[in-house]
T-cell receptor, first 115, second 114 residues
């Protein structure tokens, strides 16, 4: 399977703990995006990378959130001191840089539950 | 700021019938892209159809077509000959030209009745 993969698929943690998610994009895609989706809602943009450079961060991405993409390949999203409000599906997507469409291909997501 | 609104939380259609999902958006830009994404239950999101704002012709992909009304900032999705596999949550999304992020609507859950 050469699609976008995300690990773990599910994560249950206690409030105050740190969690880290991983996203592996489609190999030839140099753009990588993170979104958060709460139940019954549309995804909300968090941040995106072009290669290893983080080009944009949403105001939703508080200081407790950090994302990295070392060497422009896989990406990690870390949430420190988790809160119950962080419970959501975290989606990763990747796209080629080429205009005009930059079609984004989504992964299956990581569902986070904070107890 | 750009916003996308889907005013129909749920829709249902009889198998083989036609259904239209509504979407409106707000932007001051003249060039942008619009998309419809499908998210089946417990499965990943996939692109259904896209429309470039500078094109007057409505996009079509097999049984899926859009009605793009730029002046009205409306972008509806028509699904013809509905199939059971069309049951999913559908999201309308907007992207500015040369920007990365997608801005999504709240979604419409489509039920297809046999």
């Amino acid at each position: 399977d050469t699609g976008v993969s995300q690990n773990p698929r599910h994560k249950i943690t206690k409030r105050g703990q740190n969690v880290t998610f991983r996203c592996d994009p489609i190999s030839e895609h140099n753009r990588l995006y993170w979104y958060r989706q709460t139940l019954g809602q549309g995804p909300e943009f968090l941040t995106y990378f072009q290669n290893e450079a983080q080009l944009e961060k949403s105001r939703l991405l508080s200081d407790r959130f950090s994302a990295e993409r070392p060497k422009g390949s896989f990406s990690t999203l870390e949430i420190q001191r988790t809160e119950q409000g962080d419970s959501a599906m975290y989606l990763c997507a990747s796209s080629p840089r080429s205009e005009p469409y930059n079609e984004q291909f989504f992964g299956p997501g990581t569902r986070l539950t904070v107890l | 700021a750009q916003t996308v609104t889907q005013s129909q939380p749920e829709m249902s259609v009889q198998e083989a019938e036609t259904v239209t999902l509504s979407c409106t958006y707000d932007t001051s830009e003249s060039d942008y892209y619009l998309f419809w994404y499908k998210q089946p239950p417990s499965r990943q999101m996939i692109l259904v159809i896209r429309q470039e704002a500078y094109k007057q012709q409505n996009a079509t992909e097999n049984r899926f077509s859009v009605n793009f009304q730029k002046a009205a900032k409306s972008f509806s999705l028509k699904i013809s000959d509905s199939q059971l596999g069309d049951a999913a949550m559908y999201f309308c999304a907007y992207r500015r030209l040369k920007e990365g992020k997608l801005i999504f609507g709240q979604g419409t859950t489509l039920q297809v009745k046999p």
